[in-house]
C-alpha cells in the first residue's frame, strides 16, 4: 500500500521559517509490516548556498513496536533529479517506540551544487501504526554555538601532610567478594555494600550527601606509560615512577569524604617508545600496516613508514595478546602497589580497575567484522601458537581439526582475509571454519587472559584483600574480543565487570532503556558483580560536537526520568548498582542533581537488602555468547527490545549456562538463536524445560555452528538466500500465544532508506517450519511457514520463530500467561519489576502494575510507604519515569526466615 500526496505548486521560500501549511492534520496510518505509507510535500526553491532545517512534530495514535516514521529531505536541481536525500543518520532512531506528541524531529540539510528545489517526505512503515502531523517547517538553518557547559570549580586541596597524618590512622581498608545464596556480594570493610559510586574528581561531598562513599578515580596520577596533556603519566624518563599526583587526590578525596573507599582506575596502555622498540607488539593488518589510535578510539591502518601524529594524539595500538606489552605493563603495576604500601594514602584504596586500549575498555580495536578483527602481528601469532598447542596438544590433532596436512604447532597463522571472506553459511564445524572459529575465539580469550594478567600482579603485590575491576560485554552487546566471560573469571582474579549503557537512540526519553544491556546472571553464575556505568549527561553538561547519541537532557526532570529509568532496570534485573561517571567535571553539581542520585543510591540499598525476599523471576533468557565469534549477526541485539516492552523482567544468561547445576528453576524459558548449541545444551533444556505447563520459546538458527545435531520438536529445512525478507503473524491463527499479535515477528531490524522499500533484517540464514504435526503462527512472505508451536501434556509447549529476531512483546506476554506466570505489566510500557526495585517508563497507555502476592510500596525519593497490595497505579505522563521499592509485608519476611 502505498499513499502519496499530490504535488502542490511551487511556492517560494525566504530567509524567514516557513510553515508548511498543508501538512497540518495530514494522517499516515499503516495495517501491516508491509505497508507504507508516505506524505510528501510541494517543491520548494532553496535559498542559494544556504544549508536548510526541516522541523516536524507529530502525534502517534497507536504503534504496534515494530513500527518506524522517518523525515527525509529531497534536494533535486532544475530538471528535478534528485541530488542528494538526508534522511536519519542511525536508523534505529526511526522505530516509533512511544505513543503521544514525539520530541521535535529536526532534518539538517547542507546546500550543495545545482540544488535548486526541495521536498520533503514523512513515511511511515514497518508495521501497524497511525500518526498525524501537527506542524511542519523550513528554515535556514542557522546553527547556534554547542552549549559551553556549568563549570564550578573542584572541591579544594587540603593540608596535604596533616591529610596524610590523618591517613596513617586509617585502618588499611580492604574489599573482596564472597557467595551468599543466589549472588556474589560485595565486601567493604566486613560489610555487604552496594555498589554506589562516583568516577569523577569534582564532586566528592555531593556524592557523600546523596550516600555514595565508593570512588572509582578518574584521571588522578594513575595513568602509568601514555602521558596525555590532560593527564601526565606516572612514569618519569628515567624510568622510575613518580606517584605523588595520585597520593595529592587521595589526600583530597578523604578531605571532602573521611567515610570514602577508593578504586583506582590504572590506564594499562603502553608508551610510544616501547612500541618503537617493539613493533612486532603493533596490531597489523594482513598487508603488514600497523593500527593507529587517535586517543580512545581507532583511525584505521598506515604503513610502517609513515609514524602518528602524536599532536593530534595518534599512536600505534597494541596488539593485546603480546606477552611483552603484558609484562611491560605488569612493572608499572608493581611499582604502584609498592607505592600504595608505602603511603598513607593507600589505606583509602580498595580496589582497582583495569582500563585501556580502544574506548579506554579493552575493547577490540575495530568494532566490526568486516575484516574479521584479525590481527597479524608477529606477537599476536606467537600468543595464538601457543593457545593452539595449549587446546590440541599435537600436531595431528591440529591438522585433522582444521583438514590442513601441513599446518603444525610451529606454524600455524591467522585466518586469511580470502578464507574469512569465503567463510559458510551454516557453519564453522570443520576445517577452514574450524579454524577461524578457533583464531576468533582466541581473540577473546587472549583479552580475557590479558586482564587476568594484570588484575593477578595487583592482587598479588597489594599485600592485602582488593578487589578488580573491568569493562566486559556480553551477547545482548556483544563485541568479538570480550566474548569469554568464563575464562575471564577463572581463579577468582577479576571480580567486578561493568558495561556502560546503551546511547542513542535507547538512551533517549520515549526509549525503552540503555541498560541491564549485559547478561546479569550470567555474571552471577560467575561469582562476577556486575556494575552499570551512568555515564548520563545533565543540563549543566558541555556539548562538545555534532555527535546525538549522549542524549544531553536540557531539564532537571528529563535527568531525572533518564537515570530512574535507567539505574532502575539495571537494579530490577539484578545488577549490584552502578556509578555515576562525570567526564568532564561539575556535571552533578547541583542541588537537583543530587537528588536523582540520592534516589538512586536509595533504590541499590533497598535491593541489597531486600533482593532475597521478594519473589523471584520465572523468566530466562539465554543468549548464545559465541555467536558473534561465528557470526557477525547477534540475536541478543535484536530481540533485546522484545523483552524490555513485554511487562516482564527476565533473568538473563549465557547458554551454557543451562548446563550449570546451580540454576534455578524457571516456568519461561526464550533461547534466541542458539547458533552455537550442543547436545549438552540441548540435554540440559530438555531436562529443565520439557515439563508439563512450562514454555519454550526459541528462534533462529540452533545448532548451526554446532558439530553435533540437534533434533528439535519442531521439523526445519533452510531456505534459499534472501536478503530482505519478513515474516508476519496469521492474522486468525487463534492461538493463546498469538492473542493480540499483529504485523511481524520482531521489533527491531528494520529501516527505511530513501527508496522505496523499507528493508528488514538482513539474517543470511533462514528456514521454513516443515512439520505437518506443527501448528502455524506465521508465514514468510512467499507463504512458507516461519513460525510454530507443538504442545504435549508430557512436555509442555514449544514454540519456534525461524527469524532470528522472531520475538515481540505481545508474544512474550502471552508465553508468560501460558505458562501460569503473572507479568506485572500488560506489553508496550517499559515496565521492570525485580529485586525489590519496580522502574517504570511510560510509553503507551496508563500504567498500572500487579504483584502475584501482596506487596509494600515505598517511594523512591522519601523510603516513606505509598500503598500495599497486589496493585498500584503510576500517575506518569508519557516519556516520565519512577521508581517504587517494594517488598513483602513484614510479617511474610519473617515467616520465610522462620
Known amino acids: 500500500m502505498l499513499r502519496k500526496s499530490a504535488v502542490c505548486l511551487i511556492s517560494a521560500i525566504s530567509c524567514a521559517a516557513l510553515e508548511i501549511d498543508n501538512a497540518r492534520d495530514q494522517r499516515l496510518e499503516t495495517n501491516s509490516a508491509r505497508d507504507i505509507s508516505i506524505w510528501r510535500s510541494a517543491l520548494y526553491p532553496v535559498h542559494p548556498k544556504t544549508d536548510s532545517a526541516v522541523k516536524l512534530k507529530v502525534y502517534v495514535e497507536s504503534r504496534t513496536p515494530g513500527a518506524a516514521l522517518s523525515l527525509q529531505a529531497v534536494l533535486l536541481d532544475a530538471s528535478g533529479k534528485e541530488l542528494k536525500r538526508v534522511t536519519e543518520s542511525d536508523f534505529r532512531t526511526q522505530l516509533l517506540s512511544r505513543c503521544g506528541e514525539l520530541p521535535e524531529l529536526t532534518r ?46 573542584p572541591e579544594p586541596s587540603p593540608d596535604l601532610p596533616e591529610t596524610l597524618r590523618k591517613l596513617s590512622q586509617v585502618t588499611p581498608a580492604e574489599a573482596w567478594v564472597e557467595r551468599g545464596g543466589k549472588r556474589p556480594r560485595l565486601i567493604v570493610d566486613g560489610r555487604e555494600t552496594a555498589y554506589c559510586t562516583y568516577k569523577g574528581r569534582t564532586d566528592f561531598k555531593v556524592f557523600r550527601r546523596a550516600g555514595a562513599d565508593l570512588i572509582l578515580s578518574h584521571v588522578s596520577g594513575t595513568t602509568l606509560f601514555w602521558s596525555k596533556p590532560w593527564d601526565p603519566a606516572a612514569r618519569r624518563p628515567d624510568g622510575t615512577f613518580d606517584f605523588s599526583r595520585l ?154 581439526a582444521w583438514g590442513d596436512s601441513g599446518v603444525t604447532l610451529e606454524n600455524a597463522a591467522m585466518f586469511t582475509q580470502q578464507e574469512w571472506r ?123 560536537g555534532s555527535w546525538f547519541g549522549a542524549c544531553e537532557p536540557d531539564t532537571p526532570e528529563k535527568f531525572r526520568a533518564q537515570v530512574l529509568r535507567d539505574a532502575g532496570m539495571s537494579l530490577a534485573h539484578g545488577g549490584d548498582g552502578f556509578y555515576f561517571y562525570d567526564m568532564y567535571g561539575s556535571w552533578y553539581h547541583d542541588k537537583q542533581a543530587e537528588a536523582v542520585i540520592a534516589e538512586a543510591v536509595r533504590a541499590a540499598r533497598w535491593s541489597q537488602q531486600f533482593r532475597d525476599a521478594v ?76 515439563q508439563p505447563g512450562k514454555v519454550v520459546l526459541m528462534t533462529g538458527n540452533p545448532g548451526r555452528y554446532s558439530s553435533e545435531n540437534i533434533e528439535l520438536p519442531i521439523r526445519l529445512r533452510p531456505m534459499k538466500e534472501s536478503w530482505n525478507e519478513v515474516a508476519e503473524w496469521i492474522p486468525d491463527a487463534d492461538d493463546p500465544l498469538t492473542k493480540k499479535c499483529t504485523g511481524r515477528l520482531g521489533v527491531s531490524e528494520i529501516s527505511i532508506p ?63 500467561r501460558e505458562a501460569g506466570i503473572l507479568p506485572v505489566s500488560r506489553p508496550g510500557n517499559a515496565v521492570f519489576a525485580g529485586n525489590g526495585v519496580l522502574a517504570v517508563h511510560r510509553l503507551d497507555a496508563p500504567v498500572e502494575v500487579e504483584f502475584p502476592v501482596d506487596m509494600e510500596f515505598f517511594s523512591s525519593e522519601s523510603e516513606r510507604k505509598i500503598g500495599e497490595g497486589r496493585k498500584l497505579a503510576l500517575a506518569l505522563k508519557i516519556g516520565e519515569s519512577n521508581v517504587v521499592l517494594y517488598r513483602p509485608k513484614l510479617e511474610r519476611i519473617d515467616d520465610e526466615k522462620k
Open 108 to 153: 539538517q540539510v547542507p546546500y550543495v551544487a545545482n540544488a535548486e528545489k526541495i521536498r520533503i517526505e514523512v513515511k511511515l512503515a514497518g508495521n501497524p501504526a497511525a500518526v498525524k502531523i501537527q506542524s511542519l517547517s523550513l528554515h535556514p538553518d542557522r546553527q547556534a554555538p554547542h552549549f559551553s557547559g556549568i563549570y564550578d570549580p
Open 247 to 400: 597520593e595529592s587526590e587521595l589526600a583530597r578525596v578523604h578531605a571532602n569524604n573521611p567515610e570514602a573507599r577508593v578504586i583506582l582506575s590504572v590506564e594499562c596502555d603502553p608508551d610510544d617508545r616501547f612500541l618503537e622498540e617493539h613493533p612486532d607488539c603493533i596490531f597489523t593488518n594482513e598487508r603488514g600496516e600497523f593500527g593507529v589510535r587517535r586517543d580512545c578510539g581507532f583511525r584505521g591502518f598506515r604503513k610502517k613508514h609513515e609514524p602518528p601524529d602524536t599532536q593530534k594524539q595518534e599512536h600505534w595500538a597494541v596488539s593485546y595478546a603480546s606477552t611483552e606489552f603484558q609484562e611491560h605493563i605488569a612493572a608499572g603495576l608493581r611499582a604502584l602497589t609498592d607505592f600504595l604500601k608505602k603511603s598513607p594514602a593507600g589505606n583509602i584504596v580498595i580496589g582497582f580497575c583495569i582500563v585501556g586500549g580502544h574506548d579506554n575498555q579493552f575493547v577490540q580495536w575495530e568494532y566490526g567484522g568486516e575484516r574479521g578483527n584479525a590481527d597479524y602481528s608477529p606477537s599476536h601469532r606467537r600468543a595464538l601458537q601457543a593457545y593452539l598447542k595449549e587446546k590440541y596438544g599435537t600436531d595431528k590433532a591440529l591438522q585433522r
Open 422 to 544: 569465503a567463510r559458510p553459511l551454516n557453519g564453522l564445524r570443520n576445517g577452514t571454519g574450524l579454524k577461524i572459529r578457533d583464531c576468533r575465539e582466541f581473540i577473546s580469550i587472549s583479552t580475557a587472559r590479558m586482564l587476568r594478567r594484570f588484575a593477578g600482579e595487583l592482587k598479588r603485590n597489594f599485600g592485602r584483600r582488593c578487589v578488580i575491576q573491568t569493562f566486559y560485554s556480553s551477547a545482548i552487546w556483544p563485541q568479538a574480543g570480550r566474548l569469554a566471560l568464563a575464562e575471564l573469571a577463572k581463579n577468582g582474579e577479576i571480580d567486578i565487570v561493568a558495561q556502560v549503557s546503551d546511547y542513542a537512540p535507547a538512551r533517549q526519553l520515549g526509549f525503552p532503556g540503555a541498560s541491564a544491556n549485559f547478561c546479569i546472571g550470567a555474571a552471577h553464575m560467575q561469582n562476577l558483580i556486575y556494575v552499570q556505568e551512568l555515564d548520563h549527561r545533565t543540563w549543566r553538561s558541555q556539548i562538545t
Open 615 to 690: 519473589p523471584a523471576a520465572e523468566v530466562a533468557v539465554f543468549l548464545d555468547e559465541r555467536e558473534r565469534i561465528s557470526s557477525m549477526e547477534t540475536a541478543g541485539n535484536a530481540t533485546v527490545t522484545a523483552w524490555r516492552l513485554s511487562g516482564l523482567t527476565p533473568d538473563l544468561y549465557h547458554l551454557d549456562d543451562l548446563c550449570d547445576p546451580r540454576l534455578g528453576d524457571y516456568k519461561l524459558y526464550v533461547i534466541p538463536s542458539p547458533d552455537t548449541m550442543t547436545a549438552a545444551h540441548w540435554n540440559a533444556l530438555k531436562k529443565r524445560a520439557f
Open 754 to 816: 530513501g527508496s522505496g522499500e523499507v528493508r528488514f533484517s538482513t539474517q543470511r540464514l533462514r528456514h521454513y517450519l516443515d512439520d505437518p504435526s506443527a501448528k502455524i503462527l506465521a508465514r514468510w512472505k512467499n507463504g512458507a511457514p516461519a513460525a510454530g508451536v507443538k504442545r504435549s501434556p508430557e512436555y509442555g509447549t514449544f514454540f519456534y520463530s525461524a527469524p532470528v529476531d522472531g520475538l515481540t512483546p505481545q508474544l512474550l506476554y502471552n508465553a508468560a
